[in-house]
C-alpha cells in the first residue's frame, strides 16, 4: 500500500488542530467531497454566517500555507461526528494550492459525499391514523 503523505494540516479546522487528516489509509488517497455541502462557506448569501472578512482570512491562510480548508461538516467536533475529515470542494473547486497538486499528482483524491443527517423513518406506525 501507498504511503499517504502528511500533506493533510488543512486550514480552516477551527482550532488550529494539524493532526486532522483527510487521508483514507486504506485507498491511499485523500477525501475530497464530491459535492460543497449545504452550508459551504464558498455558498452564495453566507450560509455560515461567518463574521465580515472571516472567509477571506481562512482562504489566505490556507493559500499562504499551500494548503487547503477542511470542510466544516466533516470536523469530529461538529454537527456529524461520525464523518471523517475530507477537503471542502468549495475550496478545490476555486484554488490551486501545491498541497492540492501535490495530492491529486502523487496520490488522487477519492470523492466522498458531504455527511448528511442520519434518515429518519416518517413512516407513521402500524395501526396509526394520519
Known amino acids: 500500500m501507498e504511503h499517504v503523505p502528511n500533506l493533510n494540516q488543512g486550514s480552516g479546522n477551527g482550532g488550529g488542530e494539524a493532526d486532522l487528516s483527510v487521508g483514507d489509509q486504506a485507498l491511499g488517497k485523500s477525501r475530497l467531497l464530491s459535492r460543497q455541502c449545504s452550508t459551504c462557506i464558498f455558498a452564495p448569501g453566507n450560509r455560515m454566517h461567518l463574521p465580515a472578512g472571516r472567509l477571506r482570512d481562512l482562504v489566505t491562510e490556507a ?12 470536523l469530529p467536533h ?17 484554488y490551486r494550492t501545491q498541497a492540492l497538486q501535490l495530492i491529486e499528482r502523487l496520490f488522487g ?8 443527517p442520519p434518515h429518519r423513518d416518517t413512516t407513521p406506525p402500524e395501526g396509526a391514523h394520519r
Open 78 to 94: 461538529y454537527l456529524y461526528p461520525e464523518a471523517s475529515p475530507a477537503i471542502c470542494r468549495g475550496f478545490a473547486d476555486r
Open 63 to 74: 493559500r499562504r500555507e499551500e494548503s487547503f480548508i477542511v470542510c466544516h461538516d466533516t
Open 109 to 116: 483524491f477519492v470523492e466522498v459525499d458531504p455527511p448528511q
